[in-house]
């Protein structure tokens, strides 16, 4: 690429995408503004960059986190002054806190229009706090050497902050002066002839893949664990780049120790079924036990990442009070529990090889586990393949064996989430969950959804009705995706999460205010985005929809559950199927 010499403005923004591409950058979203037009340009001119717009900013926002996420690349993000970066705020925190990439670029007044009531015009100093992992305002667009140099290495570095130590959003605030548009300065092309292209972007190269601690630097105990026979994996949700290698090492992990692994649904671990024979998809049921909870107290536990979702574990874990280690290659504090803990800095794929290479023998605890596990996931799964009624659990079991191998799967928060840590049957899919699991929020679910489906395989979204229309914005991306979405929506009418909490009991209030029905037809929802739409009737209906899957456009499945019911159920049976 040639820089845009036609302005200061135009060199200043083409520099800053040129260096950009030079590190890796492939995609930018950009919303529309009158004060960003500097860099809407630069990147929708850049033949290496697909620069995406996107009317509603906070859709852009979590449509980059989807694309980012799915990459693992930084994802730029662009909005003019004013209030649209304040919508950029949910997706910040959620990258924040689940590690993902992002360059957010907030264009702004310059200094001078700034407190004097000029339009569009905020503090828009650190509006994101302490959220990303950087943040600098750039200095006004000037043609001097030294300050496009200035330019290029804030550049470099803005990228090296969005990946390490700790992948995570970086904010980047813009000021421009007038004239925003590309008009031609005629004393600006002069500079033309005194720019050398290749010797001012001769060491801008693509970041190497660095880790944060190495391995030397920390002491594991190793003998410690081979020592304990009453000892557990368990694996959190996780979204790795490879989730063959993630299961592979913690299956290394799994027979080294003679442990077994409790996988949360969010994990790859119960797609690649076949590499961890000891594996517990049942827990949740299996600790509403008492007596089988107490028989399988571990003395020491090794937790893979975050916590799983299940409230009975972490009410498990807390009272027994285990010696644990967390291993996880991130900066943050792991553990919610604040028990007898150390963090171990580093990815379960380093430690694998320090691993030993022979299998231990199988514990009579191990086997306690494992004979559990097969009871327990016996009646589960007769239960479910007997259940003709319609119960939204149902959805995630048949999605756990219905969808084509590796399809890319989105998973809302609140019940999804629960259902697929419930009911996911254990297989060899390679299905790839993917969620925001960062803040835990439903905002942003739709257009995260489709960030992860585009360019990508045919996708999914198991979705609540709640989440979905918080986000229907996101439909507006329909003619900017590039692959296919298909939205499973679970339609209860209501917040199903609410049913299980306390609140529930007290109706005078618990309708309107926490289930929170918004009696919405889908049908002329779907029809106003030009986006297709099904009522699912019947299970073996959902099945056949399931594979294979289209290969363009969003399709809309809306599965109509009872909520009142729904909870019913699952008051009557989780705890029954360990109850023997």
């Known amino acids: 690429m040639s820089i845009d010499f036609r302005n200061t403005n135009s060199v200043w923004a083409s520099i800053l995408a040129e260096t950009l591409v030079r590190l890796g950058l492939r995609t930018a979203v950009v919303c529309p503004g009158s004060r960003s037009t500097p860099l809407a340009i630069a990147f929708a001119q850049h033949p290496e960059v697909e620069a995406i717009p996107v009317l509603d900013e906070r859709s852009a926002a979590f449509f980059a986190l989807g694309l980012a996420r799915q990459s693992g690349l930084p994802v730029v993000l662009v ?3 004013g209030t649209a970066g304040a919508n950029f705020y949910p997706a910040v925190i959620e990258a924040r806190q689940s590690r993902v990439p992002l360059l957010v670029l907030t264009a702004d007044r310059p200094p001078e229009l700034r ?120 694996a959190g949700p996780a979204q790795p780049r490879s989730p063959l290698q993630y299961c592979t090492a913690v299956a290394q992990l799994s027979a080294a120790l003679g442990w077994p692994v409790l996988a949360e649904g969010l994990s790859p671990l119960r797609n690649y079924a076949d590499l961890n024979p000891d594996l517990i998809s049942t827990y949740d049921l299996l600790l509403r036990n008492r007596q089988l909870a107490e028989q399988l107290v571990p003395e020491m536990v090794i937790r893979i990442g975050e916590m799983p979702t299940s409230k009975e574990l972490r009410l498990w874990l807390e009272r027994v009070q285990p010696q644990q280690w967390i291993v996880d290659l991130g900066d943050r504090n792991l553990d919610p529990l604040h028990g007898h803990t150390t963090h171990l800095r580093l990815a379960i794929e380093q430690l694998a090889p320090l691993l030993p290479p022979t299998s231990k023998s199988v514990s009579s605890y191990l086997k306690d586990w494992c004979s559990a596990e097969g009871k327990v996931r016996q009646k589960l799964d007769q239960t479910m393949s007997d259940t003709e009624a319609w119960f939204e659990g149902k959805v995630a079991w048949l999605l756990s064996q219905h969808l084509p191998p590796g399809t890319p799967l989105f998973i809302a928060n609140s019940m999804p989430v629960r259902d697929v840590e ?13 969620f925001n699991r960062g803040a835990n929020g439903i905002d942003g679910t739709l257009s995260t959804a489709l960030g992860m489906a585009h360019g ?5 979204l198991l979705t609540g009705d709640l989440a979905l ?57 779907c029809q106003a985005y030009g986006v297709e739409y099904e009522l699912i009737q019947t299970w073996p209906q959902l099945i056949e929809r399931l594979n294979p899957l289209p290969q363009n456009g969003i399709r809309v499945l809306e599965v109509r559950t009872d909520r009142k019911v729904d909870s019913a159920w699952r008051r009557a049976n989780l705890a029954k199927f360990a109850a023997d």
């Open 456 to 460: 990508n395989q045919s996708s999914v």
């Open 422 to 434: 419930f009911f996911w049957k254990p297989g060899n899919t390679a299905i790839k969950p993917h």
């Open 115 to 234: 407190d004097c009531n000029a339009g569009q015009a905020i503090d828009q100093q650190k509006l994101f706090g302490d959220f990303p992992n950087w943040y600098a305002e750039l200095a006004t667009p000037a043609l001097e050497m030294g300050l496009l140099k200035y330019l290029r290495q804030t550049m470099v570095y803005a990228w090296e902050r969005s990946l390490w130590p700790v992948a995570g959003p970086v904010h980047l605030n813009l000021p421009f002066r007038d004239p925003l548009a590309p008009i031609p300065d005629p004393g600006v092309e002069e500079w033309r002839l005194q720019f050398d292209l290749a010797q001012f972007f001769a060491a801008v190269q693509p970041m190497t893949e660095v880790d944060a601690v190495g391995v030397g630097n920390i002491q594991l105990p190793l003998a410690t664990w081979q020592a304990c026979e009453r000892g557990v994996i368990i």
């Open 469 to 525: 229309l918080h986000d229907t914005n996101g439909f507006l991306l329909r003619n900017k995706l590039v692959g296919h979405l298909t939205i499973i929506v679970i339609n209860n009418n209501g917040g199903g999460i609410f049913e299980m909490l306390p609140i529930a009991q007290f109706e005078q209030v618990f309708e309107e205010f926490f289930a929170t029905p918004q009696t919405v037809d889908f049908v002329p929802l």
């Open 79 to 81: 909005c003019t002054s």
